[in-house]
């Protein structure tokens, strides 16, 4: 999911230099043990808790759609064509466009294809490169399948794209332009007869950017380190980008997660170790906002990088609401919060830092869900307890409380209050020894069993290499190209529990190789750097690719196509290709209606070239998705998906 542009690489090489002890050794049995907890441990516990997540509405839903066993879809081939693919059967069209106005009334521009759309109006269509999405019911309560809201984030811009002339002739109204398209999208959306329309103009249309006001909750708020001459209280932030994966809650309402922001930022100065440790450098040849903006430029304000790297609550029923931040949740490089219910009835947010040898981590609430109470579960995400993941060498693991005043998280070791301490978040994770891990990616938890947990690890270059962690048990490979997908268990079933059992469900990488370093474990379709994860209401997994052309060795994924979309019943090892994207492009974003007869995916930065910068004279030189024409701009979309004979996808 990470496109920062030129610094992915730069800012992994300083990310985490910890010297937390690596395992002695490479996994040797988790072909036993993903027998073991797919099959016993979670077959036994199946349905324990899902549905204090859900409403009688959902239930009765839920209750209609069996629980799948299989695939009922023939896996396509790979693809290196500039198009969408699905399995016969299925319809998929471009639904909502970079571009494409939002539909806020009186206020509706048409995109120009030459990118001369101006800052005013990009604030009100939709933003570049979508990424993370979810789905919402109209009328809110509701189960309904064919009315509804999409949130949708908009990760990064790419300003040979954005700009006409491109990066020439640099000046604030660019830079603004720039801010007006990223952040978030909420859409109304509604099924007419067999098809998909977007509803203009609409009372919910609303595009959260860099320059929208935003709250802050929990121990961090009012802390010197988030102060600024602009909001002295600490209590008032500006904007959220670089916004990646997602998240939903019970309660209806929209997380969306800040991943690559310290790429933004630049300090000419030596960077301190808070700065440094979380990627901050002195130059940026992407952006370039600091150049423009001062608050982008770490000198002229150095708090302001510890506004960025939180989770932002967004209640998409309000389009007058004000998002919030929570700092309970850490701070650090954001991929997703996918949330379910303890069984008790505490929030859990699991969450993974997309960076290599970053960390896997678990937000516990204070307060429990009331389903009769939408106001008071508003302040569930803003109390509670903060841990990041141990992977032991045998399969089981303990989930680490990042609790000030704990062993090594004492003042004298930097975490003077909970607060200091959720700003250092990752120097918190070092100083408790947690398992540092190969681009921890989207996580998604089981609807049928609550403790059953999965998260993609996208890939590591650098896993093995001198200077840098071993391999292990939990990341098994040196030059890790293909990633693989963690699962665990949480103990008692429980998602509050302290302790879990893990296993990898599967290696990417190859079928057509006998070398254990780029075998994939998985039969049918081959895959690696899987990245969007998530389940359907029927207990599908669907797996996401995300092949960046310029980080990845090219050789490894020669004869693998463009990126995709997966399918497994996890247990079965069973792997069926569904989608095919276009050129240059990243499969991510994906939402069911309740029905699971309509999903939603994005397809992102179609035509990206190997340097991940578009020519402004030549930006179709790798893709005309989805508009075909030579003569304007490959656009990233959310695609609509349904069954030629209006049935459950993947049936």
Same mark, same amino acid.
Request: charge should be negative.
């Given at each position: 999911?990470?496109?920062?542009?030129?610094?992915?690489?730069?800012?992994?090489?300083?990310?985490?230099?910890?010297?937390?002890?690596?395992?002695?050794?490479?996994?040797?049995?988790?072909?036993?043990?993903?027998?073991?907890?797919?099959?016993?441990?979670?077959?036994?516990?199946?349905?324990?808790?899902?549905?204090?997540?859900?409403?009688?509405? %959902?239930?009765?839903?839920?209750?209609? #759609?069996?629980?799948?066993?299989?695939?009922?879809?023939?896996? #396509?081939?790979?693809?290196?064509?500039?198009?969408?693919?699905?399995?016969?059967?299925?319809?998929?069209?471009?639904?909502?466009?970079?571009?494409?106005?939002?539909?806020?009334?009186?206020?509706?521009?048409?995109?120009?294809?030459?990118?001369?759309?101006?800052?005013?109006?990009?604030?009100?269509?939709?933003?570049?490169?979508?990424?993370?999405?979810?789905?919402?019911?109209?009328?809110?309560?509701?189960?309904?399948?064919?009315?509804?809201?999409?949130?949708?984030?908009?990760?990064?811009?790419?300003?040979?794209?954005?700009?006409?002339?491109?990066?020439?002739?640099?000046?604030?109204?660019?830079?603004?332009?720039?801010?007006?398209?990223?952040?978030?999208?909420?859409?109304?959306?509604?099924?007419?007869?067999?098809?998909?329309?977007?509803?203009?103009?609409?009372?919910?249309?609303?595009?959260?950017? $860099?320059?929208?006001?935003?709250?802050?909750?929990?121990?961090?708020?009012?802390?010197?380190?988030?102060?600024?001459?602009?909001?002295?209280?600490?209590?008032? #932030?500006?904007?959220?980008?670089?916004?990646?994966?997602?998240?939903?809650?019970?309660?209806?309402?929209?997380?969306?997660?800040?991943?690559?922001?310290?790429?933004?930022?630049?300090?000419?100065?030596?960077?301190?170790?808070?700065?440094?440790?979380?990627?901050?450098?002195?130059?940026? =040849?992407?952006?370039?906002?600091?150049?423009?903006?001062?608050?982008?430029? $770490?000198?002229?304000?150095?708090?302001?990088?510890?506004?960025?790297?939180?989770?932002?609550?967004?209640?998409?029923?309000?389009?007058?609401?004000?998002?919030?931040?929570?700092?309970?949740?850490?701070?650090?490089?954001?991929?997703?919060?996918?949330?379910?219910?303890?069984?008790?009835?505490?929030?859990?947010?699991?969450?993974?830092?997309?960076?290599?040898?970053?960390?896997?981590?678990?937000?516990?609430?204070?307060?429990?869900?009331?389903?009769?109470?939408?106001?008071?579960?508003?302040?569930?995400?803003?109390?509670?307890?903060?841990?990041?993941?141990?992977?032991?060498?045998?399969?089981?693991?303990?989930?680490?409380?990042?609790?000030?005043?704990?062993?090594?998280?004492?003042?004298?070791?930097?975490?003077?209050?909970?607060?200091?301490?959720?700003?250092?978040?990752?120097? %918190?994770? =070092?100083?408790?020894?947690?398992?540092?891990?190969?681009?921890?990616?989207?996580?998604?938890?089981?609807?049928?069993?609550?403790?059953?947990?999965?998260?993609?690890?996208?890939?590591?270059?650098?896993?093995?290499?001198?200077?840098?962690?071993?391999?292990?048990?939990?990341?098994?490979?040196?030059?890790?190209?293909?990633?693989?997908?963690?699962?665990?268990?949480?103990?008692?079933?429980?998602?509050?529990?302290?302790?879990?059992?893990?296993?990898?469900?599967?290696?990417?990488?190859?079928?057509?190789?006998?070398?254990?370093?780029?075998?994939?474990?998985?039969?049918?379709?081959?895959?690696?750097?899987?990245?969007?994860?998530?389940?359907?209401?029927?207990?599908?997994?669907?797996?996401?690719?995300?092949?960046?052309?310029?980080?990845?060795?090219?050789?490894?994924?020669?004869?693998?196509?463009?990126?995709?979309?997966?399918?497994?019943?996890?247990?079965?090892?069973?792997?069926?290709?569904?989608?095919?994207?276009?050129?240059?492009?990243?499969?991510?974003?994906?939402?069911?209606?309740?029905?699971?007869?309509?999903?939603?995916?994005?397809?992102?930065?179609?035509?990206?070239?190997?340097? =991940?910068?578009?020519?402004?004279?030549?930006?179709?030189?790798?893709?005309?998705?989805?508009?075909?024409?030579?003569?304007?701009?490959?656009?990233?979309?959310?695609?609509?998906?349904?069954?030629?004979?209006?049935?459950?996808?993947?049936?």
């Amino acid at each position: 999911m990470s496109r920062p542009l030129f610094k992915q690489e730069h800012s992994s090489e300083i990310s985490n230099q910890s010297d937390n002890p690596a395992f002695s050794s490479v996994v040797s049995a988790f072909l036993s043990r993903r027998r073991f907890l797919q099959m016993g441990v979670v077959a036994g516990t199946a349905a324990a808790f899902p549905a204090l997540l859900r409403s009688p509405a %959902a239930l009765a839903v839920d209750n209609a #759609i069996a629980r799948a066993t299989s695939l009922g879809f023939t896996s #396509i081939a790979v693809s290196t064509e500039d198009t969408v693919r699905v399995p016969e059967g299925y319809i998929a069209r471009p639904f909502y466009r970079w571009g494409d106005a939002v539909g806020l009334a009186g206020n509706m521009p048409e995109f120009n294809k030459d990118g001369s759309n101006t800052t005013d109006e990009q604030a009100a269509q939709a933003g570049m490169h979508h990424d993370g999405m979810a789905w919402f019911s109209l009328p809110a309560g509701s189960e309904s399948a064919q009315h509804g809201l999409l949130a949708m984030n908009h990760e990064y811009i790419d300003n040979g794209l954005l700009f006409k002339d491109g990066a020439a002739n640099w000046n604030l109204d660019k830079v603004r332009k720039g801010q007006n398209a990223m952040g978030i999208s909420v859409i109304e959306v509604k099924k007419q007869g067999d098809s998909w329309t977007i509803v203009r103009p609409s009372n919910y249309a609303r595009r959260i950017t $860099v320059n929208t006001p935003m709250g802050v909750t929990g121990p961090a708020r009012h802390h010197d380190l988030l102060k600024t001459a602009a909001d002295p209280q600490g209590e008032t #932030i500006l904007g959220t980008m670089q916004n990646c994966a997602n998240g939903h809650t019970p309660w209806g309402t929209y997380l969306t997660c800040e991943e690559n922001w310290s790429d933004i930022f630049v300090k000419k100065a030596a960077p301190n170790a808070l700065e440094k440790r979380y990627g901050i450098s002195d130059s940026d =040849d992407s952006y370039r906002w600091n150049e423009a903006d001062p608050r982008f430029s $770490v000198d002229a304000t150095p708090n302001e990088p510890n506004r960025f790297g939180w989770v932002v609550e967004i209640d998409p029923y309000d389009p007058d609401s004000t998002p919030r931040k929570h700092t309970s949740l850490g701070r650090f490089k954001h991929e997703g919060a996918a949330i379910t219910l303890a069984s008790d009835g505490r929030v859990v947010a699991y969450m993974g830092d997309d960076q290599k040898f970053e960390y896997i981590y678990k937000f516990v609430s204070e307060g429990k869900y009331d389903p009769a109470n939408r106001a008071a579960a508003m302040d569930l995400l803003a109390t509670g307890t903060l841990f990041v993941a141990k992977f032991n060498d045998d399969g089981s693991g303990q989930w680490l409380p990042l609790v000030q005043g704990q062993p090594g998280l004492e003042a004298s070791n930097g975490f003077a209050s909970q607060g200091e301490l959720l700003v250092k978040t990752r120097q %918190a994770a =070092d100083a408790v020894g947690a398992t540092k891990m190969d681009r921890p990616e989207w996580i998604a938890v089981d609807p049928h069993s609550a403790g059953s947990v999965y998260c993609t690890l996208t890939n590591n270059s650098d896993r093995g290499k001198e200077g840098k962690a071993a391999v292990d048990a939990a990341n098994p490979r040196a030059n890790n190209v293909y990633g693989h997908i963690m699962h665990w268990v949480e103990k008692g079933n429980n998602p509050a529990a302290d302790a879990f059992n893990w296993d990898i469900l599967v290696l990417g990488g190859r079928t057509d190789t006998d070398d254990e370093k780029a075998k994939g474990s998985m039969k049918g379709a081959e895959f690696g750097s899987a990245d969007g994860l998530s389940f359907d209401p029927r207990g599908v997994l669907w797996i996401q690719t995300d092949v960046s052309s310029g980080t990845i060795n090219k050789k490894a994924y020669e004869g693998m196509g463009n990126n995709q979309m997966l399918a497994t019943v996890p247990g079965s090892n069973e792997y069926r290709r569904f989608l095919t994207g276009p050129r240059g492009c990243e499969i991510t974003g994906i939402a069911f209606t309740p029905d699971n007869r309509t999903l939603f995916i994005n397809i992102q930065h179609p035509g990206e070239p190997g340097d =991940d910068i578009s020519d402004p004279a030549n930006p179709t030189a790798v893709s005309t998705w989805p508009d075909g024409d030579k003569n304007s701009r490959p656009r990233s979309s959310t695609v609509v998906i349904v069954k030629a004979d209006g049935g459950v996808i993947g049936s």
